[in-house]
C-alpha cells in the first residue's frame, strides 16, 4: 500500500489515509470504509487491522516530514508499531524529502527512536546521468547541473538531447516537473518560515557573504539572519566554504548545495507565473544571458566533489584533490561527502570528467 501525504490538516490527512486503506485491496480493506478516524491512533490502527498475518506485505507512507508537523503522529505511530505492527510480517517504509526532519524522527528522545533503520537515497550521480542521457561527458555535466541527478527530470531528458532542448520542453508549460519541483521543495522544507526562503531566494541570486546576503533578503538584524542560515545549513540546503584563517568565520561563503534548487533559485523562481502569463521567452532569455557565468561557479562544487568520491569509493587518497584544497582553503568530509572551498578558477575543463566521475 502506498500513501502520499500532502500536507493538509491532521484530520483530512487521517481521511486520506482510511481512503487509501480502503482502496488498497489488503484482507481488511472493507472495513476501512466505514471507519471514522479521531486521531492518528485511529488511522494507523485500522491500517495495521487490515494488514494480512500470513504473508508479507509493504506499507510506504511518503512525506512523512509532512505530519511529524502534527505533535500526535509520532508517539501513534510508535504505539501502534509496538502492539501491532511489530507482530506482523510487514515492512514500513517511511520516506521524506526533509532530510533534517527525517532524522529527527528517528534520533534519540524521539518516539519512534531504535525502530528503525535509516537509509538516505541519493540523487543519480554525473555518470549516471551520462549513461541515461547518452551525453558526453561534458554534456552530462550540463544536464546535471539542470537536473540534479533528481531521477524525474533525468528520465524525462531525451537521449542525446541538448541541453536548449530539453529546457524548451520543460518550459513549455508551468506545470512540468522541472518548473514546480523546486517551489515543492520549499513549501516542504520551510512551510512556514518566509524569513529562511528569502534568505535562500538571495544565496540562489548568487549572494553569498553574510553582509550580501542580510542586504538582498532586506533582513537587518545580524541574529535573525545567523538563524535563518543556521536553519538552512542545518537542512543541508545551504553550504559553507570557510577558507583556512586564523579568523575564518568573516570570510564564510554560502551557496546552495543541491545543482538543482542552484538552477531553479537562479533561473526558474518566476518561471510558472510567467509561462502562464505568454511571456516564457523571458525565462529562456534569462537562462541565455546567464548560463556561462552561472555554470562556471555552479560546477565546481561538482567537479571538486568527484575526485573525493572517487577517492572514498576506493579508500584511497586523492592528491590532486588535497592540492586543490591546499591553495588557501581546506577541504573536509561530512557524511561521507568530501568538500573543500571556492578556487579563483570559474571555466575550467570538464571533459575529462568521465575519468573520475
Partial sequence: MYFLADGARPEVEQRRLLETVAASGLPGADAAGYAVSGSWQDALTVLALALPSDRVSIVVLDEVSYLTSDPGFEGALQGVWDTRLATLPVLLILVGSNRSEMERLISHGRPFYGRSVDKEIQPLTPRDVATMT??????????????????????????????????????STSVSTLVVSGERVLSSEFPAETQAKDVLRAIGADARTFTAIGQAAQVDQRASLSRSLDVLVDRRVVAVDEPLSANPAHHKRYRIEDPYMRFWLAFLHDAPDLIDAGRGELVTRRIERGWSTWRGRAVEPVVRRL???????????????????????????????????????ENGDVRRLDQVA
Fill in 307 to 345: 575526485p573525493w568520491e572517487k577517492a572514498l569509493d576506493v579508500a584511497l587518497a586523492v592528491p590532486p584533490a588535497t592540492d586543490h584544497c591546499g591553495r588557501g582553503y581546506k577541504g573536509v568530509v561530512e557524511g561521507g561527502r568530501g568538500r573543500c572551498g571556492p578556487s579563483s578558477s
Fill in 134 to 171: 547518452g551525453l558526453d561527458a561534458a554534456e552530462a555535466i550540463d544536464a546535471y547541473l539542470v537536473t540534479g541527478g533528481l531521477p524525474p527530470l533525468v528520465t524525462a531528458w531525451k537521449p542525446g538531447q541538448p541541453v536548449a532542448d530539453y529546457l524548451a520542453d520543460g518550459l
